[in-house]
């Protein structure tokens, strides 16, 4: 009886392991964050459920729209209130989906539980309360802690001054609790982080500043220092800063940042947006401190009729693969999705690229220019009839990572910018099939969402999320 008990001990949500959750079962729904801000539709951003199971007949719909009670909120990158960082608990449940909104500071808890086809709002926190209790706006990045509790990095104050960020901490129930970071060295800005238990230390990036980036991108902005170049090493789960790395022009705009999977390992990588270099971080040999080295870099492109001489790649969508085999980013400027091998950290290897839209796709009045001169564009297949607009951003992989789901929306005031038939007609949502041996990427034909053609207008897809584990951004303790 005593063998049979402990047998069918109930553990909490997630996996023990990384390579355990690659056993974990297949994606059968998508919760995708749509947003209607920028767009001039005066409709709130809502959580659209898509079917991903190709048994369904509703295959590649979204089968349910969960509509937010405000307008203007700029949904962004989402987060789960219990990962397998909470595997040891199993009073912790991954319930809730938190949805940070980047622009009105608004938190929403989303419960995914009751019905996982058609989830339902469970609370909002509104900005009002986190700006008196902590001085917070402009949340971006969500992850829970083993405890309970969940932690969201703001990138500034409620003026946008990035000299305001830092972290909030909510309580199991979603109360506020207040900062994280402990009073003293503080770092200039904040953007994504991942923290690495075993080795006591969490790492954030340094996007830039919110008075800066709502605006729309000019290079004069990143002269004038709105944009970061460091990574900020703090103490975990302390909360003291501890170490910056500058990047310098290597490091332009550090955007997503990942360790790898496996908990022991003391490397991970961040990408550098604007310089468009994949830079890992590895503590030093004799594990004092942390460096950091290009591992990756994507050349800027020679290129005729845009806005500059060059254009460079614009990398972003960093994601690895559960048994860290496998890196996978896009170039939002150049159109294309890459997969690099990283069994070697040192040294990644191309072995899978596909174009998916971008700047010089085909039919575009902008050109590349080789070196001797001739001029090429990128060939992007239409998917059921349906061209791929903007460039690729977001991206999402299946637990045995054999499916890469990638959305092509950045940031509304960029999508103008740069993508503005994305505005006008919407984004979309495709999937790749991965070669998990040899490596290879190849466009799936039977499986694109179209949210151009959603019931109140064209709207912009970005952040995917799946229930019961969409593992890649769980960490382990």
């Not at 500058?246 to 908990?263: A, K, S, V, W, Y």
């Not at 297949?381 to 299946?398: A, E, N, Y």
């Not at 505005?423 to 040899?438: A, L, N, P, R, T």
């Not at 151009?452 to 382990?476: K, Q, V």
Request: negative net charge; charged residues 20%; contains cysteine.
């Amino acid at each position: 009886m005593g063998e049979e008990v402990a047998c069918c001990k109930r553990t909490g949500p997630g996996y023990g392991t990384p390579l355990e959750a690659m056993s974990g079962p297949k994606e059968a729904l998508m919760y995708v964050t749509c947003v209607y801000n920028g767009t001039g539709r005066e409709k709130p951003d809502f959580l659209a459920t898509v079917d991903v199971d190709p048994n369904s007949p509703t295959y590649s719909k979204v089968i349910h729209r969960l509509s937010l009670p405000y307008i203007g909120d700029e949904l962004h990158h989402t987060g789960w209130n219990a990962c397998s960082s909470c595997h040891g608990d199993p009073s912790s449940d991954r319930r809730f989906l938190i949805l940070p909104s980047l622009l009105s500071g608004r938190i929403y808890v989303i419960d995914t539980q009751k019905n996982p086809k058609a989830p339902s709002l469970h609370k909002v926190v509104e900005p009002e309360h986190i700006i008196e209790k902590t001085g917070l706006a402009y949340p971006h990045t969500s992850h829970c802690l083993a405890n309970g509790e969940i932690m969201i990095s703001f990138l500034g104050d409620k003026d946008g001054n990035a000299q305001g960020n830092g972290f909030l901490l909510l309580d199991s129930q979603f109360n506020i609790k207040g900062r994280w970071e402990k009073p003293g060295r503080k770092a200039e800005f904040s953007y994504d982080f991942w923290y690495q238990p075993r080795h006591k230390t969490m790492i954030c990036s340094t996007f830039g500043a919110p008075s800066a980036f709502t605006q729309g991108f000019t290079l004069k902005h990143v002269e004038d220092g709105f944009y970061g170049r460091q990574l900020s090493v703090y103490d975990w789960p302390d909360g003291r800063l501890k170490q910056t790395l500058d990047l310098g022009d290597n490091g332009l705009i550090p955007g997503e940042i990942r360790f790898l999977h496996d908990p022991t390992k003391d490397t991970g990588y961040v990408e550098c947006i604007l310089s468009s270099n994949m830079v890992r971080f590895f503590k030093t040999q004799d594990g004092s401190s942390w460096s950091h080295e290009v591992a990756i870099s994507v050349k800027p492109l020679r290129v005729q009729n845009w806005i500059l001489p060059e254009m460079p790649g614009l990398i972003i969508g960093l994601l690895i693969s559960l048994d860290d085999r496998f890196l996978y980013f896009v170039n939002w400027f150049h159109g294309d999705v890459r997969q690099y091998n990283i069994e070697d950290p040192k040294n990644p290897i191309l072995v899978g690229q596909v174009y998916v839209g971008g700047l010089l796709q085909k039919g575009s009045p902008i050109t590349a220019v080789t070196e001797d001169g001739k001029t090429w564009q990128a060939d992007v297949p239409k998917i059921q009839g349906h061209c791929l607009r903007g460039g690729p951003h977001m991206t999402q992989l299946s637990l045995d990572g054999k499916r890469l789901y990638v959305t092509n929306s950045l940031f509304s005031t960029w999508d103008r910018q740069f993508y503005p038939d994305v505005i006008e007609k919407g984004s979309h949502m495709i999937q790749i099939d991965v070669d998990i041996e040899h490596g290879g990427l190849k466009i799936n034909p039977d499986f694109f969402v179209d949210f151009g053609a959603e019931p109140d207008g064209p709207c912009l897809a970005h952040e995917m999320r799946y229930p019961g584990g969409d593992c890649t951004s769980d960490i382990w303790i």
